[in-house]
C-alpha cells in the first residue's frame, strides 16, 4: 500500500504526530515495514507505505475499524490540503 498525503507544511510536526499513532493502529491491524517518506521537491507531500501478509489481511483490517480507530484517521486527515489522499494497492509479484 502507499498513501499519498498532501498537508500545509505549517502543520508539518502535528501531522508527524498523528500519523505515528495511526501507524501503530496499522501495525495492530497487520501491517508491517511500515514507512514514511518526505518529498523535499515538494513541501507538505509524504508517502506512507507499509505491507501486508496478503490481500485478504488488508481487506481483514478494514473490518476490524473501531470507533478510535475512526477518530485517528480523521485527525490525520484534518491535515490534508486537499480534501483526499491518493491511495494505492499494489500487489507483489515473482517474475520467474
Given at each position: 500500500?502507499?498513501?499519498?498525503?498532501?498537508?500545509?507544511?505549517?502543520?508539518?510536526?502535528?501531522?508527524?504526530?498523528?500519523?505515528?499513532?495511526?501507524?501503530?493502529?496499522?501495525?495492530?491491524?497487520?501491517?508491517?515495514?511500515?514507512?514514511?517518506?518526505?518529498?523535499?521537491?515538494?513541501?507538505?507531500?509524504?508517502?506512507?507505505?507499509?505491507?501486508?501478509?496478503?490481500r485478504?489481511?488488508?481487506?481483514?483490517?478494514?473490518?476490524?475499524?473501531?470507533?478510535a480507530?475512526?477518530?485517528?484517521?480523521?485527525?490525520?486527515?484534518?491535515?490534508?490540503?486537499?480534501?483526499?489522499?491518493?491511495?494505492?494497492?499494489?500487489?507483489?509479484?515473482?517474475?520467474?
Amino acid at each position: 500500500m502507499t498513501v499519498e498525503w498532501n498537508i500545509d507544511p505549517k502543520c508539518r510536526l502535528p501531522f508527524l504526530e498523528a500519523l505515528g499513532c495511526y501507524a501503530r493502529e496499522r501495525r495492530r491491524d497487520g501491517a508491517y515495514d511500515w514507512a514514511l517518506f518526505e518529498d523535499p521537491a515538494q513541501d507538505g507531500r509524504f508517502i506512507e507505505t507499509f505491507l501486508t501478509d496478503s490481500r485478504l489481511e488488508h481487506l481483514h483490517a478494514h473490518a476490524r475499524v473501531t470507533n478510535a480507530d475512526s477518530l485517528r484517521e480523521q485527525i490525520v486527515r484534518q491535515f490534508l490540503v486537499d480534501g483526499d489522499n491518493k491511495t494505492t494497492h499494489l500487489i507483489g509479484v515473482h517474475p520467474d
